[in-house]
């Protein structure tokens, strides 16, 4: 029986579109912008100022507090300028912009070869926020947090969240198939910060080929283990995730930590080992360039900080005109109304649809149908949480776990009524938090 949590939906996939295609390595032509915001926490401060010349690898911004990440630029070049730009979040965020002078002329980065079973944790954490690696599933968490939990002591599991269960994505699955032992031994090098824990690397299992060259690689790895997962949305989600491959539940007011794991992406994992074992900071990643309305369909590893426009371009542009272009996936991604944007560390996917689906139907009322809450992977009642939050109603949305909602979107694709309810609840729930820190 395949690893699941109950709820969830099985969406059309769209990974055929890319999901043979080899990574294509893609160098930007035009200036780049690097958001002083791309994480969760305090912005980062910049350490240059215009005019100044950079190298790729450089430091840029060093981390605006305890939650926060270092920014390195990727490419050589000159600063132009510091100032507010469009991020894909659709807020304009103080940004450094850097004059590519198409030389990409590198820092030399230092590694460090020692044996896994020899390195000091402390080295290892080190390298981890010299390099400004962050959480690049989306959510943007400063890894080195992360890893040091109030109490390490207790941290036995720690998951690769490999199974990209978003629609069209397909960047984790081509550096598994691609660059799998960097991934293994990024997981190593975390699983050597926490001695009694254990590592698990979560694969869908419409992956079968990522599951079995895993499988391989780790044969008499009594460490490590590969979880095949039920194919199913949101697999991925770090709840879901958590209590599929240890049966652990954890809520809204717990942290993973506090169910002895912690939850990496398959890309940041990567990036660890990188760090480490090249003393190379987080300066590119992989992003899938998707749809039916991209004429060439693809995954390319590109450089932090490359304009949207430019990777679109890479893909062969625009069939047709787009009527919808999100950041990410169609799930949980950003819909976007221009590509003069930045990607950024936590940038996964450009997702180019010739139709927009969602704009063909005006909502109507409830019918009471229950789809919504038989999906839910959360166990709360979107229809009930939906009209709490129309009426302004915080009390009685709270009372009701209105903050279990992890806003996968789940209940708007299966109700009938075309109802708003994940935006109407995310709403209400960034309201909350926001009073939360007044």
Not at 8 to 18: A, F, N, Q, S, V
Not at 180 to 189: A, M, P, Y
Request: hydrophobic share 35%; charged share 25%.
């Amino acid at each position: 029986m395949k690893r699941t949590f109950k709820g969830g939906i099985h969406p059309y996939e769209g990974k055929e579109l890319t999901e043979n295609k080899p990574v294509t390595e893609y160098l930007p032509k035009g200036d780049l912008v690097f958001p002083l915001s791309q994480h969760i926490g305090a912005p980062a401060k910049p350490v240059v100022k215009k005019g100044d010349p950079v190298l790729a690898g450089q430091l840029i911004a060093e981390a605006g507090g305890f939650v926060s990440a270092n920014i390195h630029s990727s490419v050589s070049g000159t600063v132009k300028a510091i100032e507010p730009r469009l991020t894909s979040a659709g807020n304009k965020v103080n940004s450094i912009v850097i004059e590519n002078d198409g030389e990409f002329k590198s820092v030399e980065y230092k590694g460090n070869d020692t044996p896994v079973s020899e390195l000091d944790k402390g080295v290892i954490l080190d390298a981890i926020k010299q390099a400004g690696i962050v959480g690049m599933g989306g959510a943007g968490f400063p890894t080195h947090v992360k890893l040091s939990p109030k109490e390490p002591e207790k941290i036995d599991t720690i998951i690769v969240n490999a199974s990209e269960c978003e629609p069209y994505l397909t960047s984790d699955y081509r550096r598994l198939i691609e660059q799998g032992d960097g991934v293994i031994e990024g997981l190593r090098l975390a699983l050597a910060i926490f001695p009694g824990a254990k590592g698990i690397i979560a694969v869908e299992d419409n992956k079968p080929e990522a599951i079995r060259l895993l499988t391989e690689k780790l044969a008499g790895d009594d460490k490590i283990a590969v979880h095949s997962m039920k194919t199913k949305y949101p697999e991925g989600a770090e709840r879901q995730l958590i209590y599929a491959n240890t049966g652990r539940y954890i809520n809204s007011k717990m942290l993973p930590a506090d169910a002895g794991c912690i939850v990496h992406n398959v890309d940041t994992v990567f990036a660890i080992c990188e760090a480490v074992r090249k003393g190379k900071p987080l300066i590119e990643r992989i992003v899938t360039v998707t749809g039916d309305a991209i004429n060439n369909p693809g995954n390319f590893r590109i450089l932090v900080g490359t304009s949207y426009q430019e990777l679109i371009e890479a893909a062969g542009g625009f069939k047709t005109t787009p009527e919808k272009i999100i950041s990410g996936g169609p799930m949980m991604g950003k819909a976007i109304y221009t590509t003069e944007l930045p990607a950024t560390k936590g940038s996964s996917a450009i997702l180019c649809l010739t139709k927009d689906e969602v704009q063909e139907y005006e909502p109507s009322a409830c019918i009471r149908c229950g789809r919504c809450i038989s999906v839910c992977p959360g166990r709360v009642r979107p229809e009930l949480l939906c009209n709490l939050a129309e009426r302004g109603d915080i009390e009685g949305f709270l009372a009701h776990e209105g903050m279990e909602c992890c806003e996968c979107g789940c209940c708007s694709y299966v109700c009938p009524a075309k109802r708003h309810l994940t935006q109407t609840i995310a709403g209400t729930r960034k309201l909350v938090l926001a009073n939360k820190k007044k």
